[in-house]
Nanobody, 117 residues
Framework: QVQLVESGGGLVQAGGSLRLSCALS????????VRWFRQAPGQEREFIAI????????NYADSVKGRFTISRDNAKNTVYLQMNSLKAEDTAIYYC??????????WGQGTQVTVSS
């Protein structure tokens, strides 16, 4: 079992940057694959980025590729999402989730990101 807490959201102008953090509980966070998702009002949940447990390899949704970077610091039990060149359409609640390489299992509460245009 693991618990996740997102932080770092806020209001930013288009073109700006934010860094989200996902703090994982326990001492085994390095065993989990971690994903970031987002959900805008009236929209379906969207996959954003993934970082593996084994070698920290990453992958991104096309909508954020080249702008967002996922990383992890296992010593701090934290996964980050660096968001650059933000657009109005990036406005959403952002969630992190820990799980296997196949499916997320444990979810955080979400953090609001609002990008003004």
């Amino acid at each position: 079992q693991v618990q996740l807490v997102e932080s770092g959201g806020g209001l930013v102008q288009a073109g700006g940057s934010l860094r989200l953090s996902c703090a994982l509980s326990g001492r085994t966070s390095s065993r989990y694959t971690v994903r970031w998702f987002r959900q805008a009002p009236g929209q379906e949940r969207e996959f954003i980025a993934i970082i593996s447990a084994s070698d920290s390899s990453t992958n991104y949704a096309d909508s954020v590729k080249g702008r967002f970077t996922i990383s992890r610091d296992n010593a701090k039990n934290t996964v980050y999402l660096q968001m650059n060149s933000l657009k109005a359409e990036d406005t959403a609640i952002y969630y992190c989730a820990a799980g296997t390489s196949i499916v997320p299992v444990y979810w955080g509460q979400g953090t609001q990101v609002t990008v003004s245009s």
